[in-house]
Structure formats: C-alpha cells, structure tokens
Nanobody
Framework: QVQLVESGGGLVQAGGSLRLSCAAS????????MHWFRQAPGKEREFVAA????????YYADSVKGRFTISRDNSKNTVYLQMNSLKQEDTAVYYC???????????????WGQGTQVTVSS
C-alpha cells in the first residue's frame, strides 16, 4: 500500500512563500501522476496542481497558475509544491495524491496523504 506524508505547511504572511513536500513509500513512485489538492474550511476539496510520471508536464488550477510550481524527484520518491505570492485565499489543508491517471476531482481511486495545514495571514 502506498503511503504519502506531506510536510512543510505552516503560517506565512500574504505575499510570502512556502514549500510543501510529499514523501511517498514504495518502489513504484515513478508510475504515478502526482497531484496536490487543497481544502479550505467550509469548501470542497479542490485540484491545485499535477505533474506527470517523468515530470515533463505540469498542470495548475487557474487560481494558482503563475504563483505555484509543482515538481518531483523520483529518486527521492518526493513531490514538491513551491508556493509564492501567497494570498489569504490560499489558506487550506493541502493534500498530495497519487494516481495512474491525471484527475481534477476527488473521485479517483488513488492514494491520499494526511494533509498539511497552510495558513496565510494578512
């Protein structure tokens, strides 16, 4: 069973930056398209970003495009989310997700991390 563990969340001021990491167990990490989702209080979990198996292609939600960058290091079984120019509306629990196909909803049958809290203050 694949296990994903997020880290790097915390409190940051608006306009600041934060880098999230998601470490995966198992030897088949490179087989998965990796995603980041987030869920703000009172809202549905939403797609943030995805990266293909070899890291060649990336995808972003319109709300974060130009500010966030997803990357992966298959040798370390880790995916990252670099978040710049953070806004208060970025406040949410951020989850990494692994699947064999790219998804933009939470309906997939892949693997979820436990989430890490990101709080952006004014």
């Amino acid at each position: 069973q694949v296990q994903l563990v997020e880290s790097g969340g915390g409190l940051v001021q608006a306009g600041g930056s934060l880098r999230l990491s998601c470490a995966a167990s198992g030897r088949t990490f490179s087989r998965y398209i990796m995603h980041w989702f987030r869920q703000a209080p009172g809202k549905e979990r939403e797609f943030v970003a995805a990266i293909t198996m070899n890291g060649r292609y990336t995808y972003y939600a319109d709300s974060v495009k130009g500010r966030f960058t997803i990357s992966r290091d298959n040798s370390k079984n880790t995916v990252y989310l670099q978040m710049n120019s953070l806004k208060q509306e970025d406040t949410a629990v951020y989850y990494c997700y692994a699947d064999t196909a790219k998804v933009s909803t939470t309906r997939g049958s892949g693997y979820w991390g436990q989430g890490t809290q990101v709080t952006v203050s004014s």
